[in-house]
């Protein structure tokens, strides 16, 4: 990994310099994807199956996942594998539940209430990525927060498998049907997020009213171009951690969970930032040790080396601070002798992991916490997937007759005043035609 050092002087604009993200815009990919998605609204199936050839080896032999199958691979999973996944869905669902939002009414005046609730939406497409590996995680982080804001209709759209004969992973069917999704779809990438938006009748798919979940760039460029035909939850790049560290952390820890956020893609940023140089040593040494032996040493390697990777030495634990916060990350570790005082300085993050026990990883599956996390900046300005992503504050204002009498002369002047006659009309209509 590269070595930084930075001074105080830094600025958002500094830092995205300094350490670069992979982008997220690509014209490009842009120009594919707009093919793509007017390829599924033109052509639907032969457009899908084309594409699940050339993008995933295999063209399934049914785009809809049956019953039968998405019972089958209950069989597939072990005992382990199905505990973990029940485990997950159990705290998920848990955390999901304390996040409901409550409604409210307020009592304005006699007769003047205005009452808020939260409602649904009706229907989600929830994409499962399938690519450089497989993620029933990320069916139980969407599927429970959906079922627990109550949407009515849920969709999961997932790439077939060479392996599997063209069906999607089995660990993935299996978590669907553990909790109750049935209407599954073998289709992946762009081609996916287009199928949910616009529908395919020939495949009994309506179109969703919103799209959630992780995927590559091809994913995150079709749901934002098709971003008001659907609503989306985020454009969710390339994973991201940072680590504020300073010298009583553990240097095999950090290492350790530099390379589980790399190993997930090339592309992936893993940033420790630390006013230690002793701790930059040894986290090496540690790299050094421990890179060799993952499984993924090929993947982590590339993302390690990349410029979205880095080592970051600053003056002080203030500016590391200031630092996290410009940057933003998707995932946010805390290794410091005072976490909670650390903790409350940060204000732009996805998910904050305090202390030498809680791992990224751990987020990842059991935590509890949802893993779908705002990239690439987005942390300044939105959250990460939970019940709240579906669900719609609506508002309802219930006004008797002596409610509007009480305000209907400063509603008549408001109007006026912006030149809107008629506004203040039809207030006033209501008490100049009395019974």
């Keep these: 990994m590269r070595r930084l050092s930075l001074d105080t002087s830094l600025t958002a604009q500094s830092v995205r310099e300094s350490i670069p993200r992979a982008e997220s815009v690509d014209s490009e990919v842009t120009n594919i994807v707009s093919e793509i998605i007017a390829d599924v609204r033109k052509n639907g199936t032969q457009a899908l199956l084309s594409q699940a050839e050339k993008f995933d080896g295999i ?106 004969g063209g069906l999607p992973h089995p ?27 616009y529908g395919v009748p020939e495949i009994g798919l309506e179109p969703v009213t919103m799209v959630t979940g992780p995927g590559n760039i091809f994913v995150a460029t079709a749901k934002r171009l098709l971003r008001g035909v659907i609503g989306i939850d985020s454009e969710a790049g390339p994973t991201e951690i940072l680590i504020l560290a300073d010298e009583s952390a553990n240097p095999a820890f950090i290492a350790a969970d530099l390379i589980s956020q790399a190993e997930h893609d090339e592309n992936a940023a893993a940033v420790l930032v630390t006013d230690s140089s002793n701790l930059i040593d040894a986290v090496e040494s540690e790299l050094a040790v421990q890179v060799p032996m993952t499984k993924n040493r090929v993947r982590v390697e590339t993302a390690l080396s990349g410029l979205q990777s880095a080592l970051v030495l600053v003056p002080d634990f203030e500016a590391a601070i200031k630092l996290a916060n410009l940057y ?99 207030g006033k209509i209501r008490f100049s035609q009395e019974n």
């Design 59 to 164: 063209a399934p032999i049914s785009l809809q996942v049956s019953d039968s199958d998405l019972a089958k691979s209950l069989e597939w999973l072990s005992a382990e594998l199905k505990l973990s996944i029940e485990e997950a869905i159990l705290r998920v669902r848990k955390v999901s539940e304390r996040g409901l939002a409550k409604d409210f009414s307020v009592e304005l005046g006699e007769g003047a209430t205005v009452l808020q609730r939260y409602v649904p939406v009706d229907s989600v497409g929830l994409y499962v990525p399938g690519g450089k590996a497989v993620y029933p995680s990320s069916v139980i982080m969407n599927a429970v927060a959906a079922q627990v804001a109550n949407v009515p209709r849920i969709v999961i759209c997932t790439p077939a498998q060479k392996e599997f």
């Design 171 to 197: 660990s993935i069917l299996a978590t669907a049907k553990l909790l109750g999704v049935t209407e599954v779809y073998a289709i992946g990438g762009a081609g996916a997020v287009a199928a949910l938006a």
């Design 328 to 426: 933003a990350t998707e995932h946010l570790e805390i290794h410091c002798q005072n976490n909670e005082s650390v903790l409350g300085r940060i204000t732009n993050a996805g998910a904050i992991f305090l202390g030498d026990y809680s791992p990224v990883s751990l987020g990842d599956y059991l935590a509890g916490s949802n893993h779908v996390l705002p990239t690439s900046e987005q942390a300044k300005f939105g959250p990460g997937l939970g019940v709240h992503t579906f669900l719609r504050p609506q508002q309802v204002i219930s006004y008797s007759k002596k409610g509007l009498a009480d305000v209907v002369a400063k509603l008549d002047v408001f109007a006026r005043a912006e030149g809107l006659d008629a506004h203040g009309d039809a």
